[in-house]
């Protein structure tokens, strides 16, 4: 099939159907039989990716770039949570680097401004303003550019200075101290594994049997048996005084019931993951304060090593309406030369 496809010739093979071992097998006969110089493959599995840099290489499994859905979807919703009040953030330069977008809101002082006043503000802060979407709209920013509330602005800085660019457009939110999930799977198994050390976490499970799993597994996470639909149960645990609700069953309609459950109990912020991209569409910027797109994540991993050139990051941005493929001359003048420098290496 692989020879059928055009394999002999090929620069690259992208393995992404739901089997793992197929998409490992797919990268082995292509390595073996066409050398196929490039290969990538989608791998779902914790075991196969905790063990990656021993399994995946030229003398095992060929693969030379592994893209781990559950992993990304893990890492942006840990981004997120160490920017409260953004709604996206993605690293580059080895995380020295980050773009973040933020909605502006009624008393971040440069609402009602120019652009050129932050610079008045923060004259000791390297930042550049990417993009502003107004109404759903794109706007080409510019030193005259008035930012008004709602504006969704989106900011490339040093990650070290991503709050202080954040107290321009809006209040910085107060640190996430109380976190509940919903959904013991991959990801909310991950996800909680990751909080655990820095945050009180509970977990809530409907499948009895991975509960118990799960309460063994985790060190410092209250897991609970039960359905996050129960407003009893929601009530016991004090829904209302959770800081950050995230949803990431497998199941978009019980992510965003949930949530919009939670958020009428008193949840301060809640996040969901949602499979359907119409969804997301649809959900974002309601009662649901941020939607999470696995397939938007793994788009942007894929894109970033199929395409070629000086590219040195993409990643689908707003729901898929943004992609930022270059580090523009406009943002890299903007950035101090070391971080430039890491960008275009």
């Known amino acids: 099939m692989l020879r059928e496809a055009g394999a002999d010739d090929a ?15 797919a990268c082995q006969v292509a390595y073996s039989l ?21 399994l995946f290489h030229s003398e095992a499994v060929p693969i030379d770039h592994l893209i781990a859905p559950e992993q990304l979807v893990i890492d942006n919703i840990y981004r997120l949570i160490e920017y409260p009040g953004a709604l996206q953030v993605v690293n580059f330069a080895e995380g020295k680097v980050s773009l973040a977008v933020v909605k502006a809101y009624y ?9 050129s006043t932050m610079r008045e ?26 930012v008004e509330a709602g504006d969704e602005v989106f900011f490339i800085a040093a990650s070290q200075h991503i709050r202080a660019v954040m107290s321009e457009l809006q209040r910085l939110e107060k640190p996430y101290k109380r976190i509940m999930l919903v959904g013991g799977g991959n990801i909310g198994a991950g996800l909680a594994r990751r909080l655990e050390k820095d945050y009180s976490v509970k977990l809530i499970e409907r499948d009895q049997q991975r509960a118990a799993e799960l309460a063994e597994k985790l060190q410092n996470t209250i897991v609970f048996f039960g359905d996050a639909s129960d407003q009893e149960l929601l009530a ?12 990431v069953t497998n199941d978009d309609e019980a992510n965003i019931m949930s949530a919009m459950l939670a958020k009428r109990m008193g949840a301060k912020k809640v996040m969901v993951l949602i499979q359907r991209r119409a969804y997301v569409d649809l959900v974002q910027g309601s009662v649901i304060d941020i939607a999470i797109s696995p397939q938007q994540a793994t788009i942007s991993a894929l894109l970033s090593h199929v395409r070629k050139a000086d590219i040195v990051g993409v990643s689908s941005l707003r729901r898929g309406v943004a992609k930022p493929s270059k580090p523009s001359r406009t943002v890299m003048k903007a950035l101090p030369a070391w971080l430039a ?4 290496k």
Do not use: C, W
């Open 107 to 115: 008393g971040g002082p440069l609402i009602g401004n120019a652009l």
């Open 34 to 54: 066409f050398n196929t110089p490039n290969r990538i493959a989608r791998i779902r599995s914790p075991d196969y990716v905790r063990d990656a840099d021993k």
């Open 341 to 344: 420098a890491s960008l275009t």
């Open 236 to 247: 016991e645990e004090h829904i209302d005084q959770v800081d950050l609700f995230i949803a």
């Open 121 to 146: 503000h923060m004259p000791h802060i390297d930042t550049r303003v990417a993009a502003i979407f107004r109404h759903d709209r794109p706007i080409r920013p510019q030193g005259s550019t008035i």
């Open 11 to 25: 620069d690259m093979l992208v393995a992404v159907t739901s089997s793992d071992e197929t998409n490992m097998v």
